[in-house]
């Protein structure tokens, strides 16, 4: 059984980032009333004095924590938020997660308490972190991007392809319930090679130097990132970029019937856009 999209509203928190702007345009595409939990809205994680007026009436919502999944606070955040909302009626919940990443766990079992008809949606390395935040100003200023990930190799998904899985799994009535959802790109990558592939896309010589998680720590601190902030990133860089994850999901396939977007076509469309034009 699926639900009828026309009359589905579904809440989308981070609507105005990387994963909830895909998730919500998808929505919209697929014929569901998007309302938007943002900052801008009104919605702040920090003050749960905030979550109902968002979520009541609601029929379903995507959960993503705006910082990293496992971050400290992570999962006691989306576990208050998830109760609320089955509180409220809104029992349908898709959580974005990370794939690999043993501090996430503690988010989606959060979840998994709060008697939601809960999905997980476990995702790679986004390929829009190249083009969108801080590491595009890197390539696109300098021209070479720093970054702990090694020689490592990463099937980089495309936050479209988990926008268009997180509404499938919403529309799709009870077939997702209790499931976890492992996606990815259809090829891997090291980050280098990915620096390449977008440099020969922007048509400018584009430069990858690998760092330690802890040197890279120390940058951050330097540009003022709080310290507690700075040591869970280290942690989860530490664990993401160790190799765990150089293997391919199928959740793509699976929900979508189809191969998910390649990391050229990404690169290229986002190089027409201008995205790391030099200075």
């Known amino acids: 059984m699926t639900h009828d999209a026309k009359n589905m509203t579904v809440v989308v928190t981070g609507a105005s980032g990387r994963t909830g702007g895909r998730v919500a345009q998808a929505a919209e595409a697929a014929g569901l009333t998007v ?3 943002s900052r801008a ?4 994680y920090a ?5 109902a007026d968002v979520l009541r009436g609601a029929d379903a919502a995507y959960v993503v924590y705006p910082s990293d999944i496992g971050a400290p606070g992570a999962a006691e955040a989306v576990g208050a938020l998830a109760r609320e909302a089955v509180g409220l009626g809104v029992r349908r919940l898709v959580l974005l997660s990370s794939r690999g990443q043993d501090r996430a766990r503690a988010a989606e079992e959060a979840l998994h308490a709060s008697g939601a008809d809960w999905t997980v ?3 790679s390395w986004f390929a829009q972190n190249f083009s969108e935040g801080p590491l595009v100003e890197e390539l696109r ?13 990463e099937p980089f998904v495309d936050v479209r392809d988990i926008g268009e899985v997180v509404v499938a799994a919403l529309t799709a009535g009870d077939r997702y319930v209790g499931q976890t959802i492992t996606v990815s790109g259809p090829r891997l990558l090291t980050f280098g090679e990915a620096v390449a592939e977008i440099g020969e896309a922007a048509g400018r ?3 990858y130097r690998a760092v330690s998680p802890r040197q890279y720590g120390d940058n951050l601190a330097g540009f003022g990132v709080p310290p507690e902030e700075v040591e869970a990133l280290v942690e989860a860089f530490t664990q993401l970029l160790d190799g765990r994850n150089a293997h391919l999901s199928d959740g793509v396939q699976q ?14 469309e986002a190089a027409a856009a201008g995205t790391w034009k030099g200075v």
Do not use: C, K, M, Y
């Not at 200023?141 to 190799?153: D, I, T, W």
């Not at 929900?255 to 290229?268: S, Y």
């Open 35 to 37: 309302r938007a939990a």
């Open 41 to 44: 809205q009104g919605f702040d």
């Open 47 to 51: 003050n749960p004095s905030t979550w």
């Open 121 to 123: 949606v476990r995702a």
């Open 141 to 153: 200023l300098s021209g070479a991007l720093v970054f702990p990930a090694g020689e490592v190799r």
């Open 205 to 207: 010589p584009l430069t």
């Open 255 to 268: 929900v979508l019937g189809r191969e998910p977007r390649d990391f050229r076509q990404f690169a290229r």
